[in-house]
């Protein structure tokens, strides 16, 4: 079952993802769809610590990323 989860970057910079909310079935799934998208962030500024389930999707909602937070420098 897919549930919807906030995510935030251990670390960061210009150019870089700070933040994702995404449908998912589990947080390390969420974690590796985070590091399929990156931006200048390095694979290790997505830690499973910080992801948080914040809610559930209806059946028409797909798994995915569905918004991100991006500081373009």
């Known amino acids: 079952m897919n549930h919807i989860y906030y995510v935030k970057a251990d670390r960061g910079g210009y150019d ?3 933040a994702h ?3 998912a079935d589990s947080p390390e799934k969420v ?3 985070v590091k ?3 931006g200048d962030e390095t694979e290790h500024a997505w830690l499973i610590e910080n992801v948080e389930l ?3 999707p209806d059946d028409s ?3 995915g990323i569905v918004l ?3 500081n373009a420098g």
């Open 16 to 18: 870089s993802y700070d």
């Open 21 to 23: 909310i995404v449908i």
């Open 31 to 33: 974690i590796e769809l």
């Open 36 to 38: 399929e998208n990156p």
């Open 54 to 56: 914040i809610g559930t």
């Open 61 to 63: 909602q797909e798994a």
């Open 68 to 70: 991100s937070s991006f």
